[in-house]
Nanobody, 115 residues
Framework: QVQLVESGGGLVQPGGSLRLSCAASGSILRLYAMGWHRQAPGKQRELVAVITGGGSTNYADSVKGRFIISRDNAKNTVYLQMNSLKPEDTAVYYC?????????WGQGTQVTVSA
């Protein structure tokens, strides 16, 4: 079992930055592929970024060049650095841990980009 707790969301102006954190407990984080997903009102949840246990990363086209996913296995924490934020980045952001057929989700953190 893995417990995930996101933090770092909030209100930011367009062009601003936020860093989300996802603290994991209950298992060895380095074994899991970790991802950030988001869900905007009226839309399906979508993958934003993923990082494997070995450190390989992949990003949605909409955030490439603006967002950076990273992990600190010693702290059992995954981060999402979000730069040059746009109003269309407004959503609830969820952390996900995946290993084989196991998948765990955090409760989500709201990110609102507005002037």
């Amino acid at each position: 079992q893995v417990q995930l707790v996101e933090s770092g969301g909030g209100l930011v102006q367009p062009g601003g930055s936020l860093r989300l954190s996802c603290a994991a407990s209950g298992s060895i984080l380095r074994l899991y592929a970790m991802g950030w997903h988001r869900q905007a009102p009226g839309k399906q949840r979508e993958l934003v970024a993923v990082i494997t246990g070995g450190g390989s990363t992949n990003y949605a086209d909409s955030v490439k060049g603006r967002f950076i996913i990273s992990r600190d296995n010693a702290k059992n924490t995954v981060y999402l650095q979000m730069n040059s934020l746009k109003p269309e980045d407004t959503a609830v952001y969820y952390c996900n841990a995946r290993l084989a057929d196991l998948s765990f989700w955090g409760q989500g953190t709201q990110v609102t980009v507005s002037a």
